[in-house]
């Protein structure tokens, strides 16, 4: 695959193909709207809180991939935003449906899939779901992968290949919290490494301390 998505770009691609098939009375999607849609409790794993900026930096990720644009319709005077994955893989209705279900709730089984991607795409059987997933992977490039299956469970999942996390379920379970949090990336960096500067003023503070009480014997 030669297109790598990051966890966020993943989440406002599959937002877009969802409310295009589910919605399309408010498709395309405002920048507002898809924000919106990203938090939305429902029908995600996992459950987001980010803010337009975030969102605004994934839609700039995906536009320079050629996987979304901007766009701007009748009577409306804010940019909206419409994918294009349609225009970069020759997929049907349900191999898309399924698709933009593994982008928005993660690996799934097939019997997931087909009560989730009921809203998009009804499959009347489990083999209906079953030969989409077999028809995404052997495309080319492959767009979606066999999970090993998990000690406990009855059934193999399915991850999509957009992005290499999408197959660990840790790290898809387990986003940053700067997307759960609706920080910027930049700012949560900014965080992340006056955090760890603490840390190492903390551990120094510890090592004198310690230097200082060895030294009263």
Request: net charge negative; with cysteine; glycine share 4%.
């Amino acid at each position: 695959m030669d297109i790598v998505l990051d966890n966020m770009e993943v989440r406002i691609l599959g937002c877009l193909i969802e409310k295009e098939i589910a919605t399309p009375e408010y498709y395309p999607l405002s920048l507002n709207a898809l924000t919106n849609a990203c938090n939305q409790k429902s029908n995600r794993r996992p459950v987001l809180s980010v803010d337009e900026s975030t969102v605004l930096q994934g839609i700039d990720g995906l536009r320079q991939k050629g996987l979304a644009r901007e766009t701007q319709t009748s009577g409306s005077r804010v940019p909206k935003y419409l994918h294009e994955l349609l225009s970069r893989f020759d997929l049907s209705r349900p191999e898309t449906a399924i698709v933009c279900e593994l982008m928005v709730r993660g690996p799934q089984t097939p019997g997931e899939l087909r009560s989730n991607a009921e809203r998009m795409a009804p499959f009347k059987t489990i083999e209906e779901v079953e030969e989409a997933l077999g028809a995404l992977m052997q495309h080319d490039p492959p767009l979606v992968t066999k999970l090993p299956r998990e000690a406990g469970r009855k059934e193999s999942r399915y991850a999509h290949l957009f992005s290499p996390q999408a197959t660990d379920e840790e790290t898809v379970t387990d986003m940053p919290a700067m997307y759960k949090q609706g920080i910027p990336e930049s700012e949560a960096i900014a965080r992340l490494a006056e955090e760890i500067s603490q840390i190492r003023r903390e551990l120094e503070e510890l090592r004198q301390a310690f230097a200082q009480f060895k030294s009263q014997f």
